[in-house]
Nanobody, 123 residues
Framework: QVQAVESGGGLVQPGGSRRLSCTNS????????VGWFRQAPGKEREFVAA????????YYLDSVKGRFTISRDNTKSTAYLQMTNVKPDDTAIYYC????????????????WGRGTQVTVSS
């Protein structure tokens, strides 16, 4: 079954780092922008970061700018979210998906979503 698969989550101490990975077999990976979203308990899913198909443009939620970095390796059909200086407010399930065009900040229009990977920031 074609789907997105996120990995790399876990328990991280405040101020620590974590790298999330994402693959997506539902799309021709190199032709799509990739977006990371997150959902905390009791909250709506929110945009975190996106990167366009050839990695020359990146987009970030204001609260993660300077702390998170999105990247991709089209030869491996994989995207990454490097998280640094994490905060308790970053605790959420993180999801990734692909979008061919349009507003990358909007979850509508993204392709298949995976089950996500849980990131918990706690001491």
């Amino acid at each position: 079954q074609v789907q997105a698969v996120e990995s790399g989550g876990g328990l991280v101490q405040p101020g620590g780092s974590r790298r999330l990975s994402c693959t997506n077999s539902a799309i021709i990976f190199s032709q799509y922008a990739v977006g990371w979203f997150r959902q905390a308990p009791g909250k709506e899913r929110e945009f975190v970061a996106a990167i366009n198909w050839d990695a020359d443009r990146e987009y970030y939620l204001d609260s993660v700018k300077g702390r998170f970095t999105i990247s991709r390796d089209n030869t491996k059909s994989t995207a990454y979210l490097q998280m640094t200086n994490v905060k308790p407010d970053d605790t959420a399930i993180y999801y990734c998906s692909g979008k061919y065009a349009g507003n990358f900040y909007d979850a509508d229009g993204y392709n298949t979503w995976g089950r996500g990977t849980q990131v918990t920031v706690s001491s």
